[in-house]
């Protein structure tokens, strides 16, 4: 290794347990578990990654939005049993960790593409700010109960007169430190912010005044195992561990993909799916946190001069030896302050300015705002699962969009082009060209043969000639509608034939023998060799 780039990835390492080690503690506090989850997740993750990820900047660790996610799921199986909260909480992880290894060997690297980056955008800032507030909560020192925003914030402004206001001052005196001290990349913020609040607690004696502490963290790692819980139980959480899979990918793939392009780097999407399974499993397993790999952390380690995976094990190192000498000094936290560490860490993703290009291009406004929008009514959980349903929605909306072209031929060329774009382009006589302008699937295919008919029955064209080249594959839908579009030009004495057919699209044809539809090698070529044919074929004959 370049001794250069070593001493840089120290440098990295040191800074970047700076700010990994009081976000651990912090995201533990959204899941609503101990703070040794948290610290577990950590390692799990600094050191599966390291040693099987592709990625030389990702770093690995518990994040905001898989916490926030987490503490909803436990919330919603264990209905207070703080028993049952670890066990579930182990499950999810584990199922996750489970699932990221399947999508990995299956090759699924593209599985995070199922969330648009609008639904992302806004569920990423509905989520900020249902942890800003939740958090504020800790601040102010009252406890509420409620997961949908609305409710939750009437109850905290109802609870004003029990407002700890010496706990507030403190909460704003530390974020903002964080922010002035973010403006030197070189300085472990967190790190020195976390300090200082354990100095003041212990000078100024904060636990009198009702200021409440992290307390005690007992990092004694059991033998690791599997949850004993009920089939039901596993059953539901397989369902959240697929929403789980589904964020933390995306928001890790997000943050690898950045970096690699960036810095020309060659990235392995399928291996970073095993990575994060196997520091899913192996946190899930010692009662951890889930993991994946978060921006902030990412940027972090590259802003303070990472240059390989080297930065990682330096953190892993500096964590392990703090961990092992000074974890009674860290429960000496006061939460406000570790309260005001998570707001900043999320603050970066609360920015309406990540909308503006969407109003811009008046495009997917509606999805962003409404992914915002379930997030603060329905919850974390519930609204990250809508938001994937609206992701979804969307896709299927815009595959089911039915639009046809009839084609002309421009200048007289070998060129066939839409008559509406291109009015100057001239009929074929005898010959209709049709184009469907959207691949041919379950969800337009009748509607798409169905204009198709329009077009026929309004024309005097003996030969309908359709170009499939936008349906790469055709399901048993899109052959039925096909069929039946055939049968009625048959009996229009119309004759049908294809152009620019895909050769899994032709396989499939063939095989459904189509009753007056002659499938040939010359369904592969140019709409101009199949028009030229269909000339000679059936019009100039007549």
């Not at 299956?106 to 939740?134: M, N, W």
Request: glycine share 8%.
């Amino acid at each position: 290794m370049n001794k250069t780039w070593a001493w840089s990835d120290i440098i990295a390492g040191l800074s970047l347990a700076g700010l990994l080690l009081p976000e651990a503690v912090a995201y533990a506090s959204i899941a609503n578990l101990p703070p040794q989850a948290g610290i577990v997740a950590v390692f799990a993750g600094l050191v599966c990654y390291g040693l099987m990820g592709s990625s030389r900047f990702a770093i690995v660790a518990a994040t905001s939005s898989s916490a926030a996610v987490l503490a909803s799921a436990t919330a919603a199986m264990a209905n207070g049993d703080v028993g049952l909260r670890i066990l579930v909480s182990m499950g999810v992880v584990i199922m996750t960790g489970v699932f990221f290894m399947i999508a990995g060997v299956a090759k699924l690297g593209s599985i995070s593409d199922f969330i648009a980056r609008p639904v992302l955008r806004g569920f990423a800032f509905g989520l900020s700010a249902v942890i800003i507030i939740k958090q504020f909560a800790h601040v102010v020192g009252v406890h509420v109960h409620h997961t949908d925003m609305l409710r939750f914030s009437y109850a905290l402004l109802e609870q004003l007169p029990q407002w700890n206001w010496l706990s507030l001052a403190v909460g704003l005196v530390a974020l903002l430190l964080l922010f002035v001290l973010a403006r030197f990349s070189y300085l472990p913020a967190g790190l020195l912010v976390l300090a200082l609040g354990i100095l003041a607690g212990q000078w100024l004696g904060l636990a009198q005044y009702g200021v409440p502490l992290v307390g005690k963290i007992d990092l004694q790692l059991q033998a690791p195992s599997l949850p004993d819980l009920t089939y039901i139980q596993y059953l539901r959480i397989g369902e959240l561990s697929i929403a789980m899979l589904l964020i933390l990918y995306a928001e890790s793939y997000s943050a690898i993909r950045n970096f690699a392009i960036r810095h020309g780097d060659t990235i392995a999407p399928n291996r970073d799916l095993l990575a994060l399974g196997a520091a899913n499993l192996m946190s899930g397993l010692f009662q951890g946190l889930p993991v994946g790999a978060g921006f902030s952390a990412t940027a972090a380690n590259e802003n303070n001069g990472a240059r390989s995976k080297a930065a990682g094990w330096a953190a892993a190192a500096t964590l392990l030896i703090i961990v092992l000498t000074m974890l009674s000094v860290i429960a000496l936290t006061p939460a406000p302050v570790l309260a005001a560490i998570v707001i900043h860490a999320v603050s970066h993703s609360l920015r309406p300015s990540a909308f503006y290009p969407y109003f811009k291009l008046h495009r997917d406004r509606f999805v962003a705002l409404a992914a915002v929008v379930a997030v603060l009514l329905l919850g974390v959980l519930d609204g990250l699962l809508v938001a994937i349903g609206i992701s979804l929605l969307m896709l299927l909306r815009r595959l089911a969009y039915t639009s046809i072209s009839v084609l002309g031929r421009l200048n007289g060329g070998h060129d066939f082009v839409s008559l509406v774009n291109y009015p100057q382009a001239k009929f074929i006589p005898g010959v209709l060209i049709l184009r469907p302008e959207s691949g041919l699937f379950f969800g337009n295919a009748e509607r798409t043969m169905s204009l198709a008919k329009q077009y026929a029955v309004a024309s005097d064209a003996k030969v309908v000639v359709m170009s499939l080249e936008e349906s790469p594959d055709l399901d048993s839908s899109s052959i039925e509608a096909l069929s039946d579009f055939c049968a009625s030009l048959y009996l229009q004495k119309k004759h049908l034939m294809l152009a620019r057919l895909k050769s899994a699209s032709r396989i499939v044809l063939e095989r459904a023998e189509i009753p007056h539809l002659h499938i040939g090698s010359f369904s592969e070529l140019s709409v101009d060799d199949v028009v030229t044919m269909a000339r000679e074929l059936y019009v100039e004959k007549v």
